[in-house]
Nanobody
Framework: QVQLVESGGGLVQVGGSLRLSCAAS????????MAWFRQAPGKEREYVSH????????YYADSVKGRFTISRDNAKNTVYLQMNSLKPEDTAVYYC???????????????????WGQGTQVTVSS
């Protein structure tokens, strides 16, 4: 499995921006579809975005479409989540996840990903 470590979380005001990073090690990063999920207190972990393995095509949850951008740098073994126009409802622990040589053309769930990071807290204050 690939090992994943998130960073970049923090406290930001409504309308602000953050960029999360997820650094991978242990296996060939470019062989993985990568995703971001988030989990707010008392709620289930929910899908945010993913980028497929072969095509590099990106997908987003409706709640973040137009505000968040996922990207990857295979040379740096890193996937990013640029978050703009942040809202209080974006407050959550954000997790990156990896799936070996998979392409998802539907909204994946947590069970579709075998590798997970430890999470990074994002708090949006009003």
């Amino acid at each position: 499995q690939v090992q994943l470590v998130e960073s970049g979380g923090g406290l930001v005001q409504v309308g602000g921006s953050l960029r999360l990073s997820c650094a991978a090690s242990g296996r060939t990063f470019s062989d993985y579809a990568m995703a971001w999920f988030r989990q707010a207190p008392g709620k289930e972990r929910e899908y945010v975005s993913h980028i497929n393995w072969m095509s590099g095509r990106t997908y987003y949850a409706d709640s973040v479409k137009g505000r968040f951008t996922i990207s990857r740098d295979n040379a740096k073994n890193t996937v990013y989540l640029q978050m703009n126009s942040l809202k209080p409802e974006d407050t959550a622990v954000y997790y990156c996840a990896g799936a070996y040589r998979r392409n998802y053309y539907y909204t994946p769930t947590v069970t579709d990903f075998a590798s997970w990071g430890q999470g990074t807290q994002v708090t949006v204050s009003s």
